[in-house]
């Protein structure tokens, strides 16, 4: 079971734009700026998208971004994509005795 | 242009080991953190272990403490994962990552293997 909370799908149309939050503790995200997003086409490696609950990496479209609320990190897409279908994991730093704790992943369709 | 390579995989009876290795280029690796993070279809990802860019500070997951051993050869490019009593909920793919940041221990993992299946059954 994971230690950070996710929906198990979110869905949109393209043009528009979606949300996807991420649920932890006053251990992990409520305690940390460490929140970061993964996006995961299949049979593919992740990859990066967020980091630092805003920072986009070089190379990420600034159709992504992040925010954090309390104990809640969220990933917007705007502007959705079809290219944008695939799995996205949230991940936080901990203050537990795990280092790094993920979320169960949720899968974006583009309908 | 960075690049992680994995090895090591394979199927592997319960109880047995098993020693992974990411062998890495294209960056200055003695600098960063790594990690490896494993994915199962049933758990998703998971955090399995860290090790601090000079290999004096390492982490696990509470799942594999005990069992598994990060280590790095700065010299060789190489980061490993020793795996020792292994077990079926083991079996997942395992891939290495590299930190983006080295200021803090923030999740954020900019570069990743292509992963290698470690399959753990009788």
């Known amino acids: 079971q994971s230690a950070l909370t996710q929906p198990a799908s979110v869905s949109g149309s393209p043009g528009q734009s979606i949300t996807i939050s991420c649920t932890g503790t006053?251990?992990?995200?409520?305690?940390?700026?460490?929140v970061s997003w993964y996006q995961q086409h299949p049979g593919k490696a992740p990859q990066l998208m967020i980091y630092?609950?805003?920072n986009r990496p070089s190379g990420v479209s600034n159709r992504f971004s992040g925010s954090k609320s309390g104990n809640t990190a969220s990933l917007t897409i705007s502007g959705l994509q079809a290219e944008d279908e695939a799995d996205y994991y949230c991940?936080?730093?901990?203050?537990?005795?795990?280092?790094?704790?993920f979320g169960p992943g949720t899968r974006v369709t583009v309908l | 242009e960075v690049r992680l390579l994995e090895s090591g995989g394979g199927l592997v009876q319960p109880g047995g080991s098993l020693r992974l290795s990411c062998a890495v280029s294209?960056?200055?690796?003695?600098?960063?953190?790594m990690s490896w993070v494993r994915q199962t279809p049933g758990r998703g990802l998971e955090w399995v272990s860290s090790?601090?860019?000079?290999?004096?500070?390492?982490y696990y997951a509470d799942s594999v403490k005990g069992r598994f051993s990060i280590s790095r050869d700065n010299s060789k490019n190489t980061l490993y994962l020793h795996m020792n009593s292994l077990r079926v909920e083991d079996t997942a793919i395992y891939y290495c990552?590299?930190?983006?940041?080295?200021?803090?221990?923030?999740?954020?993992?900019?570069?990743w293997g292509q992963g290698t299946l470690v399959t753990v059954s009788s």
């Open positions: 990552a590299k930190r983006l940041t080295t200021s803090h221990p923030g999740a954020d993992f900019d570069y």
């Open positions: 294209g960056f200055t690796f003695k600098t960063y953190a």
């Open positions: 090790i601090s860019s000079a290999g004096s500070n390492t």
């Open positions: 006053t251990s992990d995200v409520g305690a940390y700026d460490y």
């Open positions: 630092d609950v805003s």
């Open positions: 991940t936080s730093y901990t203050s537990s005795n795990t280092r790094y704790v």
